[in-house]
């Protein structure tokens, strides 16, 4: 792998480090896409996908305290525990953090299957962040409910919520609508986006709408391999 901005990466530390976040609050997003700007193929991602951009997915969740989806993507996705490869749960618990970083469920409704791939682990911890309209009885017993908003969820309470709580660093990992309310709440701080060597066509984008202004953003990282460009962005807050 090549680091073309600011130099070369070595190996996985190397990797790890240029990810890195402070231990203040951020919220960071990461998502694939290809070259004409598909984020979703047949109403996944996976597709876009390929050994480069799920190693760089694995460091963006090790360094997270939290990892923020909504219900949809969790469905279309088949979301289950975050599986982190030992050395980096290892490098989590010597830094004094969990093993393994904490999912958070975005849902209006609150309906998230019980039975879903997302409850399988009972040692993975897990919030749904919803709303006081929604109905969360059918969540089992060790998921933590965050209430923000009444019928529609307020997505900077539920940040505020998650951040009380201790997770300070968050990483969205979609969809594209959670990030287009997260971007007009001017929330994010970051964007991950992968490039993938593929045309799709007629596919929907990175954001589903119009934003009700542009966002300047500065090129941090610049990584290549085998034609994968993997960028990280600063956004300028508004």
Do not use: K
Request: aromatic share 4%; charged share 20%; net charge negative.
């Amino acid at each position: 792998m090549r680091r073309l901005l600011p130099g070369p990466v070595a190996d996985v530390d190397d990797l790890w480090n240029a990810y890195a976040l402070p231990a203040a609050q951020h919220l960071r997003a990461g998502f694939v896409q290809s070259v004409d700007g598909a984020v979703i193929v047949n109403g996944r991602s996976a597709p876009l996908s390929g050994p480069v951009d799920r190693q760089v997915f694995r460091v963006l969740r090790a360094v997270c305290d939290v990892v923020l989806v909504g219900a949809g993507t969790v469905r279309a996705e088949n979301y289950g525990p975050v599986d982190l490869p030992e050395p980096m749960r290892d490098r989590r618990t010597s830094e004094g953090r969990a093993a393994r970083p904490t999912l958070a469920v975005v849902t209006r409704t609150g309906e998230v299957d019980p039975n879903s791939r997302l409850f399988s682990d009972p040692t993975q911890q897990v919030v749904v962040v919803t709303t006081r309209s929604a109905d969360t009885r059918a969540l089992p017993s060790h998921v933590q409910v965050i209430v923000a908003g009444d019928d529609d969820v307020d997505l900077p309470q539920g940040l505020a919520e998650l951040r009380a709580l201790g997770y300070q660093r968050v990483l969205c990992e979609g969809g594209p609508q959670l990030l287009h309310q997260l971007l007009a709440d001017d929330a994010v701080d970051q964007l991950c986006l992968t490039m993938s060597p593929l045309l799709i066509g007629g596919a929907p984008g990175l954001l589903p709408t119009t934003l009700a202004g542009s966002r300047p953003m500065r090129l941090t990282t610049l990584l290549e391999q085998e034609g994968v460009l993997l960028t990280t962005w600063d956004l300028t807050h508004v």
